[in-house]
């Protein structure tokens, strides 16, 4: 490619483009752009998709989730920490359907789904602008809006969790990946079919955002929050100073009882990740008892079936 001198008839140069030489009278015309323009043109898209925010709400809970998760996987590689186990190590082995390689990649692909969708939520056009601002929310109404969006949160995944288990169609089809893991360990909390992800934790985040009123930074600090609990129902480990054991009746125990794949656990016990009150209003709450294993090596759930509610 050659640039034709400047006296050449057949060429002309502007304040923003070029034509140069590519052929026998055949020139390709150039426009050249300040480089400000095209800063200006990706900001201009960076914030028409994602905001300061907003991108905290798509991002936080994901890396939250690696991190928390990961503390607890490698606590559980203490041995120390066996007297605090559910399951024995063998255990997990025995009992789970599906390595811990395939829970990686299912939760990753869960997550990209999760954030995708979030961020298309946040671009609704029924969207608060005011979400958008500064908050301004005194703490006690800001307090009010999570405990709103936990109760809507925690509503929405015991209705549909429960359908669930009900269908069985959509039980086979889906939320068996679930109960894959019968032994439940910290990463493996978000381990869904993508369906039953969308169905039962994307929507009621969306709902609990959405009634709830928060602004993109509570809701993000909400949705750590929801999804910390979330693996501290799944650790596997009953450790006596773990405060959201202490704070919550529903608990890595509580929710042992319901991944059994037989016996009366497996039909309640659906409540999650925050309260208990919607298996003792329907009727689906199954007492249980924590005791020490005669070995020593951690504790096992006892469960109480004569005492279930009805």
């Known amino acids: 490619m050659h640039e034709k001198p400047s006296n050449c008839p057949h060429t002309t140069r502007h304040k923003h483009h070029l034509l140069l030489l590519i052929g026998p009278n055949q020139f390709l015309k150039l426009q050249f752009l300040p480089v400000r323009t095209h800063l200006n043109r990706r900001n201009k898209l960076m914030e028409l998709f994602l905001q300061g925010d907003e991108a905290m709400l798509m991002a936080m809970p994901i890396v939250v989730y690696w991190l928390y998760s990961g503390a607890y996987e490698a606590l559980s590689?203490?041995?120390?920490?066996?007297?605090?186990?559910?399951?024995?190590?063998?255990?997990?082995?025995?009992?789970?359907?599906?390595?811990?390689?395939?829970?990686?990649?299912?939760?990753?692909?869960?997550?990209?789904?999760?954030?995708?969708?979030?961020?298309?939520?946040?671009?609704?056009?029924g969207d608060d602008p005011n979400r958008h601002k500064p908050a301004t929310a005194a703490a006690?109404?800001?307090?009010?809006?999570?405990?709103?969006?936990?109760?809507?949160?925690?509503?929405?995944?015991?209705?549909?969790?429960?359908?669930?288990?009900h269908n069985k169609l959509l039980y086979r089809k889906f939320h068996s990946w679930h109960h894959r893991i019968a032994a439940p360990y910290a990463f493996a909390a978000q381990y869904n079919h993508p369906v039953d992800g969308v169905l039962t934790e994307t929507v009621a985040g969306g709902?609990?955002?959405?009634?709830?009123?928060?602004?993109?930074?509570?809701?993000?600090?909400?949705?750590?929050?929801?999804?910390?609990?979330?693996?501290?129902?799944?650790?596997?480990?009953?450790?006596?100073?773990?405060?959201?054991?202490?704070?919550?009746?529903?608990?890595?125990?509580?929710?042992?009882?319901?991944?059994?794949?037989?016996?009366?656990?497996?039909?309640?016990?659906?409540?999650?990740?925050?309260?208990?009150?919607?298996?003792?209003?329907?009727?689906?709450?199954?007492?249980?008892?924590?005791?020490?294993?005669?070995?020593?090596?951690?504790?096992?759930?006892?469960?109480?079936?004569?005492k279930k509610t009805e």
């Open 77 to 125: 590689c203490f041995s120390g920490m066996d007297s605090y186990r559910l399951h024995s190590r063998n255990e997990e082995k025995s009992k789970n359907l599906v390595s811990k390689a395939q829970v990686v990649k299912g939760v990753l692909l869960q997550q990209v789904i999760q954030a995708t969708l979030t961020l298309l939520l946040t671009k609704l056009p």
């Open 140 to 165: 006690a109404a800001a307090a009010a809006r999570f405990f709103v969006a936990m109760v809507v949160f925690d509503s929405w995944q015991y209705l549909v969790h429960r359908y669930m288990h």
């Open 207 to 306: 709902l609990a955002y959405f009634v709830s009123g928060m602004s993109p930074a509570t809701a993000a600090a909400f949705f750590c929050f929801a999804t910390v609990k979330g693996i501290d129902d799944h650790c596997g480990l009953l450790l006596p100073w773990n405060p959201f054991h202490l704070a919550f009746g529903n608990n890595a125990a509580y929710h042992e009882v319901h991944h059994r794949r037989h016996g009366a656990g497996s039909t309640h016990n659906f409540a999650q990740p925050f309260f208990v009150a919607w298996d003792k209003i329907m009727g689906t709450y199954l007492p249980y008892a924590v005791v020490k294993r005669e070995d020593g090596a951690g504790y096992e759930v006892s469960v109480e079936e004569n």
